[in-house]
């Protein structure tokens, strides 16, 4: 368990203080995948790294396993990084040396016998699906390809924890979905505890368990994934969730609703039916969701019809598809 004790932390810089950390309060749980969501100088990298104080709080305590990190010793705290591992969005491999080379490193670091990190290297090869590139070098390699490598890295030492800040950031969709199912099957099989840092919902909604909302230091909600996003309670939280351009706030001359689509079967036609079953036509002013493994997930946004008998009409059969939404007016 990791736990946050009112955290702050707080930076001089010659425009004057910067908050980075304010009065963080927050528990992740052993084995959950956790995110921690916000826009850009949010403060979620520096939270995360008190994580393995490479930052150090102003104020407040950092526990794993209900011992305060910050009180123990220099040697304590080198076993306790030992156990975290990070992985980051620009990889940070090394060039100079191939696949078996860079996974083999931290191995090298802990002094572990080079038989003993040759099959660790060997094992974590095939948990990441690199078998076949053992002596390619990171010039070879594709992002994606570089990704999994650099998890294949920061799991060499058996961590407890995994740190991934922004890691998907750089990758295109596809190869998004299949590094997030890498950390999903990692999680599942070798219990790790993942901690998650992005600034995109489609993320968070793939992988994690639990989500921290975070703006300008202040965490400012935190919920299961799907409370989260069924009903966002901070204004950072709905701008995130709802992309700008069908914004509820940029429709207020709209009676609109927010559809939102948690897990139904992607096949089925939602808004096809509700036209057919209530008779009434409905404008459909934005979407914004994907297919994960046959289901659906994700929101859209229409315009109902002025006649109050359609839109209650409307709002029946989606109480009796169990379908969630959200009145904009």
Same mark, same amino acid.
């Given at each position: 368990?990791?736990?946050?004790?009112?955290?702050?932390?707080?930076?001089?810089?010659?425009?004057?203080?910067?908050?980075?950390?304010?009065?963080?309060? =927050?528990?992740?749980?052993?084995?959950?995948?956790?995110?921690?969501?916000?826009?850009?100088?949010?403060? +979620?990298?520096?939270?995360?790294? !008190?994580?393995?104080?490479?930052?150090?709080?102003?104020?407040?305590?950092?526990?794993?396993?209900?011992?305060?990190?910050?009180?123990?010793?220099?040697?304590?705290? #080198?076993?306790?990084?030992?156990?975290?591992?990070?992985?980051?969005?620009?990889?940070?491999? =090394?060039?100079?040396?191939?696949?078996?080379?860079?996974?083999?490193?931290? =191995?090298?670091?802990?002094?572990?016998?080079?038989?003993?990190? +040759?099959?660790?290297?060997?094992?974590?090869? !095939?948990?990441?699906?690199?078998?076949?590139?053992?002596? $390619?070098? &990171?010039?070879?390699?594709?992002?994606?390809?570089?990704?999994?490598?650099?998890?294949?890295?920061?799991? $060499?030492?058996?961590?407890?924890?995994?740190?991934?800040?922004?890691?998907?950031? $750089?990758?295109?969709?596809?190869?998004?979905?299949?590094?997030?199912?890498?950390?999903?099957?990692?999680? +599942?099989?070798?219990?790790?505890?993942?901690?998650?840092?992005?600034?995109?919902?489609?993320?968070?909604?793939?992988?994690?368990? #639990?989500?921290?909302?975070?703006?300008?230091?202040?965490?400012?909600?935190?919920?299961?994934?799907?409370?989260?996003?069924?009903?966002?309670?901070?204004?950072? $939280?709905?701008?995130?969730?709802?992309?700008?351009?069908?914004?509820?706030?940029? !429709?207020?001359?709209?009676?609109?609703?927010?559809?939102?689509?948690?897990?139904?079967?992607?096949?089925? &036609?939602?808004?096809?039916?509700?036209?057919?079953?209530?008779?009434?036509?409905?404008?459909?002013?934005?979407?914004?969701?994907?297919?994960?493994?046959?289901?659906?997930?994700?929101?859209?946004?229409?315009? =109902? &019809?002025?006649?109050?008998?359609?839109?209650?009409?409307?709002?029946?059969?989606?109480?009796?598809?169990?379908?969630?939404?959200? #009145?904009?007016?």
């Amino acid at each position: 368990m990791i736990r946050f004790d009112n955290v702050s932390k707080k930076f001089n810089t010659k425009s004057g203080e910067v908050v980075a950390a304010n009065h963080v309060n =927050l528990q992740i749980e052993d084995g959950e995948i956790f995110g921690i969501i916000g826009f850009s100088g949010a403060g +979620k990298s520096t939270l995360v790294r !008190h994580i393995n104080l490479l930052e150090y709080p102003t104020e407040g305590s950092i526990y794993i396993d209900d011992v305060d990190i910050t009180k123990v010793s220099n040697k304590e705290l #080198r076993r306790y990084r030992q156990k975290i591992g990070m992985i980051f969005q620009q990889f940070n491999l =090394l060039e100079q040396r191939n696949v078996t080379g860079n996974i083999m490193y931290p =191995l090298e670091i802990a002094g572990v016998k080079k038989t003993e990190a +040759k099959k660790r290297v060997e094992e974590l090869l !095939h948990i990441v699906g690199m078998e076949d590139k053992a002596a $390619a070098y &990171p010039s070879q390699l594709s992002g994606g390809q570089k990704q999994r490598v650099a998890i294949a890295r920061a799991l $060499a030492t058996n961590p407890d924890v995994l740190l991934c800040d922004e890691a998907t950031s $750089a990758l295109d969709p596809i190869t998004t979905r299949s590094i997030l199912e890498l950390l999903k099957d990692i999680n +599942k099989k070798l219990n790790v505890t993942i901690v998650v840092i992005t600034h995109e919902m489609k993320v968070v909604e793939q992988i994690c368990d #639990r989500v921290a909302v975070m703006s300008a230091g202040n965490i400012e909600e935190i919920g299961t994934v799907r409370e989260v996003f069924m009903n966002p309670k901070s204004e950072t $939280a709905r701008k995130l969730i709802i992309p700008e351009e069908t914004n509820l706030v940029s !429709h207020t001359d709209r009676d609109v609703l927010r559809i939102v689509f948690d897990g139904q079967s992607a096949f089925e &036609p939602i808004v096809s039916s509700l036209t057919i079953e209530c008779q009434t036509m409905v404008n459909i002013l934005g979407a914004n969701t994907e297919n994960i493994g046959g289901k659906a997930y994700g929101q859209m946004l229409i315009e =109902l &019809p002025g006649d109050p008998d359609k839109v209650q009409k409307i709002k029946d059969y989606l109480d009796r598809q169990g379908i969630h939404y959200e #009145r904009g007016r």
